[in-house]
């Protein structure tokens, strides 16, 4: 599969005017043993901290100062809520260079508060401590972009939502939302994430430099229906093998406690990739009625370019309309069978697979869903690779067509070239499961 996504990087230095620069402050020593990359934050931390202390500074009166090797720019923000304001230091070490899509991913943050001795004491975040030197999988060589700084849980303290991303891995670019807030003395974080619902993070293909959101993510912050917050809505734009192109919108609640998932809602295109792709995963949950009625809906709708069948539309026409008659085999409906399987008898196929299709269909009198469904597999296992692993040539072994049959990848899914294709029970009615009733 050919992505067509492109990545743009981006290089410049960014100057600081009017640095208050000050001799180096003592060097500050770590434990042996102990993992970089923990204690980046901690390092930094410590270094400014001890910076501050040997060389005091009026934070109202100090745009940016340098610090040993951090380049920092001071903004009074109010994150107690409470009338008076804190400051947020976004630091950038002196030597980072880079920006990607605009971004200058070297930059941290620590907050400042005064400490009621004329001096300061810096909180830390609990986002990420963004580093140089790390490879693309690392979360230390990510992206941050602030979205908002507003009270949006109606708690009377701000709440401050930064978005997490230009991570990669497995060409995958992966981001997530931090909701953080003022509370007993640190900055804590409002949102989760991992591997529950509730988690804020989401994920698209992508390749070289990838920028702070992933492909089709876009972020709102809307009016609550059901309290006085705001909510978090996140949206993905998706596609798939199909071409069916969708979107998912998931909004996340206030619940008292975090951010949680509250409604998720996905709108699909009303195009004939789209009631293909619900055809066959009908199909496969064994929901032959609304297998059927997509298919026949699908058949009614305008061709559309099908993203990876090489303009082999129709072949894929062809190809649904045997699906359709295996459908309605399985639903019982024997007169459209019949019906179908003459007008199949009567078409020129459009490719070789097609051809291998109708002559094993064809000679099946009855509308048997086992025979027919086996007939069907037993095609398909033939043509299929013996390598499972789809190699960069694209080439699907013995299928003599562009159209890879039984595959559905969302783009939140991995590519194709590392995906494999799937069992050939479901090009062939999935035998194994929706069947076994028929035995």
Partial sequence: MKHRLCCLIMLGICLLPSLVQAKPSAVVTYQSGTDLQRDLKTLAHERISH????????????????????????????????????????????????????????DNYLVAERDGKGGYRL????????????????????????????????????????????????????????VLTWRKGEIINLATYGYDSNSLDYASPAGGGASVFPFGVYVEFLKSLTNNATDIVVHHEMYDTWDCRWLETRIFSWNST?????????????SRSCAWRNAEASAWKGDYKASIAYYQHGFHLPTTSWAYSMDATDELQQYMQIRLLLALSLNGQTQQWAELLQILKTEKPTSELMRQFIQALVPISTASPYALCL??????????????????????????TQIVIGMTLDNYGPPISFQGLPDPKRAGCDISVPLQRFF
Avoid at 151 to 156: E, G, L, Q, T
């Fill in 51 to 106: 910076w501050l202390d040997e060389h005091p500074l009026d934070l109202d009166t100090t745009p940016q100062f340098q610090a040993d090797e951090y380049f920092i720019t001071v903004t009074p923000r109010d994150f107690k809520g409470d009338g008076d304001h804190e400051w947020l230091f976004t630091i950038r070490p002196i030597d980072a260079q880079r920006h990607v899509f605009g971004v200058e991913n070297a």
């Fill in 123 to 178: 909180i830390r975040t609990p986002l990420p401590w963004f580093s140089e030197g790390f490879g693309r999988g690392y979360l230390e060589n990510g992206l941050a972009q602030s979205l908002i700084f507003q009270d949006i849980n109606a708690d009377s303290v701000p709440e401050w939502v930064v978005a997490v991303g230009g991570v990669g891995g497995g060409y995958m670019n992966f981001g997530w939302l931090y």
């Fill in 258 to 270: 975090i951010y949680a998932l509250s409604n998720r809602t996905i709108v699909y295109d009303d």
């Fill in 375 to 400: 007939a069907a597999y037993n095609v398909i296992n033939w043509y299929w690779p013996t390598d499972p692993v789809i190699d960069e040539d694209y080439s699907y072994g013995r299928l003599p």
